[in-house]
């Protein structure tokens, strides 16, 4: 036996019918087990001029209405014993990916840049509020940072900040509602993956 297969209604064997094998059928009147024949060719093991999914008269008493079945090809038999396995390998065999374009691609980095963008300022927004960052005159800015390099480090132009908050803003019309966080550490690290694989994608 070239193939066997455990199907719902127990097990199913296939047999390859060949002249050779018609004529070992010929000699036992009966099948001691339960065969699924598969032919080499309709014509040489099926029901002469009639129904080719019949089995030919020589060969017919070896099929059981009960026990038996009988295809003429493979395909007809792999979907009666399991039609899902045959459905998921027409699924594997047809299904193509097409690539995405440039243009999606560079679409979907200056989303996610704005995401990542966002979620920056949101940060630097709660550390305003902690009093961790100071909002400060343009002036003053100018007068301590001459003083010290390192004062910009937690102190901003009231004019920079007016400029964040706007775009911030603008960000948050342009992402939707729900898409702009706040965000976990899953969320988070996805958001910096995809960024990540889409500007590689656009090289």
């Not at 396995?85 to 047809?94: A, D, G, I, K, S």
């Not at 603008?170 to 706040?182: H, I, M, R, S, V």
Request: a positive charge.
């Amino acid at each position: 036996m070239p193939f066997s297969a455990q199907s719902p209604e127990g097990r199913v064997s296939l047999l390859r019918a060949t002249p050779e094998t018609i004529e070992s059928m010929r000699a036992r009147n009966r099948m001691e087990s339960c065969y699924t024949a598969k032919c080499c060719g309709a014509p040489v093991v099926s029901l002469a001029n009639g129904n080719q999914k019949l089995p030919h008269v020589d060969i017919a008493n070896g099929f059981s209405k009960i026990k038996s079945m009988y295809f003429v090809n493979l395909a007809d038999c792999l979907r009666r014993i399991d039609p899902m396995r045959v459905t998921h390998m027409m699924w594997e065999l047809e299904w193509d990916q097409q690539p995405r374009g440039l243009t999606e691609i560079l679409q979907w980095t200056d989303r996610l840049t704005t995401q990542v963008w966002h979620n920056r300022h949101m940060n630097w927004v709660s550390r305003v509020k902690q009093g961790k960052d100071t909002i400060v005159s343009r002036e003053d800015w100018e007068q301590g940072y001459k003083k010290s390099p390192s004062y910009n480090q937690n102190h901003t132009p009231i004019d920079i900040w007016e400029g964040a908050r706007r775009a911030a803003r603008a960000a948050e019309k342009q992402l939707g509602k729900g898409n702009f966080g706040p965000y976990d550490d899953f969320e988070w690290g996805m958001i910096n993956g995809k960024l990540s694989a889409a500007a590689l994608g656009a090289r």
